[in-house]
């Protein structure tokens, strides 16, 4: 290669790195707000469970989010990112679901997606799988009101019988270089832990009256944890990725530089040796 | 004097923590007025205001959508989905959710579901406009 072409190329490597460098540091930035939005919400959910809790576990309470029903249809709930550059983090949770959904039904009339994310919507468009409901263009760091009207209408969906129950697709924030898929059964509510509560508690005007209440709102307030989660988990993995991609423009450039200069020194080797071989000529 | 600790929690986190010496409440069964030392006790909320008497005589005002109230002998509890304090709530802001909401009541009387949020969307602006100017 020439040498001019060398140096083109780690020029453009190194505007690369710039700006692969600089999105890791605004996804770190990023990750640590999703940290603390998801802190800030773990007191309400808290409360909310332990409450459940104690209902669920001190009375014959029966309410349709909480009986399980024959299923005819099943309701999948996919969190996706609007962009992509985030490593393997779409790419997981999209082929799971599909590989789940070619697995468990024979025709589209057996399961229903709701989608968040502009990454899934795609996906599943250019599969000709029809989306019930999708929001894009959710903020980095969401807050309640922004997703209420998607989490009240998929928790509608499963109160007006459209579908019989719902499972949640989202990565798991663990760490900043970890995020484990996970699959969770949002619907009905079969997992609520009876909680031995400190207090036994008057339900005024009735228990099925509060839950009536209390449900929805718990199952929405889950789908908007795991959308925080799944937010910081966003973050984390194109953190990740950037800082592969830095670390590997790095070792590129590192690569460039030395041919560079294996040709810089070739080319002057080869002059000394042309003028050598003039002046000889000329004796 | 015997106080009762007071926290306002929201999914986008907590809005109000304090102690009062009495909390009262708008529940779907009616008002609640509740002193320390209060029975355990759960119950959903209206659209409306908490009130909150804390020990210098003074009553903070909080806004909330509905969610529920879980009282314990030495704590309350305020779970809902939005709420503000009435020193926060942006009124041009409550102003132009009204109208917005005012609108979509008028404009579709056919869609039973759209109309009852909007209507729900109408009480809340109302509710949030009422206790700013309580402040």
């Known amino acids: 290669m020439a040498l001019k072409d060398i140096k083109a190329r780690i020029d453009s490597t190194k505007k690369t ?10 996804s770190a930035a990023k990750l640590n707000r999703a940290e603390q939005n998801a802190k800030s919400f773990g007191p309400y959910v808290d409360k909310i469970q332990e409450v ?36 393997a983090y779409n790419s997981n949770i999209l082929r799971h679901v599909y590989r789940t959904i070619q697995e468990r039904h024979k025709s589209a009339d057996e399961y229903a997606l709701i989608v968040i ?20 263009g959710v903020a980095d760091q969401p807050s309640f009101a922004e997703i209420k009207a998607i989490a009240s209408k998929a928790v509608g969906l499963y109160a007006d019988g459209t579908f019989d129950e719902l499972y ?23 997992d609520i832990a009876a909680t031995k509560s400190k207090s036994s508690y008057e339900y005024e005007p009735s228990e099925d009256e509060i839950l009536e209440v209390l449900l929805p709102q718990y199952a929405e307030s889950l789908i908007y944890g795991a959308l925080l989660d799944a937010k910081a988990a966003e973050h984390a993995s194109r ?9 590997n423009a790095n070792e590129l450039i590192g690569q460039l530089n ?7 020194q070739a080319a002057i080797t080869q002059e000394i040796t042309e003028i050598v071989g003039g002046v000889a000529a000329l004796e | ?4 600790q007071v ?49 210098d005589g003074k009553t903070q005002y909080v806004a909330v959508s509905g969610g529920f109230i879980e009282v314990r002998p030495e704590k309350v509890t305020i779970l809902a989905e939005a709420a503000e304090i009435a020193g926060d709530i942006e009124v041009d802001r409550a102003r132009a959710a009204k109208e917005r909401a005012e609108q979509r009541l008028a404009s579709n009387k056919q869609d039973s579901l759209d109309a009852a949020r909007a209507e729900f969307a109408l009480k809340r602006a109302m509710n949030r406009i009422d206790i700013a100017t309580k402040r």
């Open chain 2, 7 to 55: 926290s306002v929690v929201t999914p986008d986190g907590p809005v109000f923590e304090g102690n009062a010496k009495m909390v009262s409440a708008k529940a779907k069964s009616g008002e609640l007025g509740i002193l320390p030392g209060h029975i355990p006790l759960v119950a959903p909320l209206t659209i409306s205001a908490v009130r909150v008497h804390d020990v």
């Open chain 1, 168 to 190: 949640m697709y989202y990565n798991h924030f663990v760490s900043a270089i970890q995020s484990d898929l996970t699959e969770k059964k949002l619907l009905p509510l079969t």
């Open chain 1, 239 to 247: 953190m990740t990725a950037m800082r592969n991609a830095t670390d």
């Open chain 1, 52 to 87: 459940v809790g104690s209902i669920a576990s001190g009375s014959n309470a029966k309410h349709s989010m909480l009986l399980t029903r024959p299923v005819k249809k099943t309701g999948y709930f996919v969190v996706t990112a609007d962009r992509g550059l985030a490593g």
């Open chain 1, 258 to 264: 030395l041919s560079y200069n294996r040709e810089r």
């Open chain 1, 17 to 26: 790195m710039q700006i692969t460098k600089a999105m890791e540091m605004v």
């Open chain 2, 1 to 4: 004097m015997k106080t009762i």
């Open chain 1, 117 to 136: 994310g502009k990454v899934g919507v795609n996906f599943f468009k250019s599969r000709k799988m029809s989306i019930l409901d999708s929001i894009t």
